[in-house]
């Protein structure tokens, strides 16, 4: 089947570190997603990607950095700029007339 | 800039009662408008989205919502609630271009028994 792969579920950081959160579509989806959802502020765009070797900041980028050397693969990083990173990730592809495909999310918690 | 606003926070419904989500959208142009379910920890699943043609959508879950361009609404309706439709709901706009959509802050709805 079709779909969007987060991993890991879980994570935990110690503050200071940095991590990459994964993310795997088998889609064939051009463009990619990263959002972020803090309790009752529904979800803030990190970052994007259109096409390979190409992405774009989100509203909220300050902190985290990203990478596409692959169509299928969108990893984002946290890193230790980030001042506020305990939160759940959600990864997303778009299909062509504008629907997003989201993956189950990872959850970040810093120690 | 685009807005989505949901007004109503939380919801607590009745098992079998009726159901009224509210979204007001602001966009410049004609906007595509979704409508997305979560249940805890878990990713956003799409329920029904709005692109041009009957303002009346039919979703998945029994779910329908009415676009009306006047009042920049794109409401949520489902005639009898079940327990297990319990989640939060996010309301979201866009245009089908590359940056994505932008989300509403979404309702939280709880079922009575």
């Known amino acids: 089947d079709g779909g969007i792969t987060q991993s890991p579920k879980y994570l935990f950081r110690k503050e200071g570190q940095n991590v990459t959160l994964s993310c795997e579509q088998n889609l064939n989806h051009d463009a990619m997603y990263w959002y972020r959802q803090d309790p009752g502020q529904g979800l803030r765009l990190i970052y994007y990607?259109?096409?390979?070797?190409?992405?774009q900041k989100g509203d909220i980028a300050e902190g985290y950095s990203v990478s596409r050397e692959k169509k299928e693969s969108f990893p984002l990083t946290v890193t230790s700029a980030q001042k506020n990173p305990t939160a759940f990730y959600l990864c997303?592809?778009?299909?062509?007339?504008?629907?997003?495909?989201f993956g189950e999310g990872s959850r970040l918690t810093v120690l | 800039a685009q807005s989505v606003t949901q007004p109503d926070i939380h919801i607590t419904v009745s098992e079998g009662a009726s159901l009224e989500l509210r979204c007001n959208y602001s966009?410049?142009?004609?906007?595509?408008l979704f409508w997305y379910v979560q249940s805890p920890g878990q990713g956003l699943q799409l329920l029904l989205k709005y692109f041009s043609g009957d303002t009346l959508v039919q979703g998945i879950k029994g779910f329908e919502a009415e676009f009306k361009r006047s009042q920049s609404s794109f409401n949520l309706r489902k005639p009898s609630v079940h327990w297990s439709d319990a989640a939060e709901y996010f309301c979201?706009?866009?245009?089908?271009?590359?940056?994505?959509?932008?989300f509403g802050k979404g309702t939280h709805l709880i079922i009575q028994p």
């Open positions: 990607s259109q096409i390979v070797n190409d992405f």
């Open positions: 979201a706009v866009g245009r089908g271009g590359a940056d994505g959509l932008t």
């Open positions: 966009y410049g142009a004609t906007p595509y």
């Open positions: 997303a592809s778009r299909r062509g007339t504008g629907e997003l495909f």
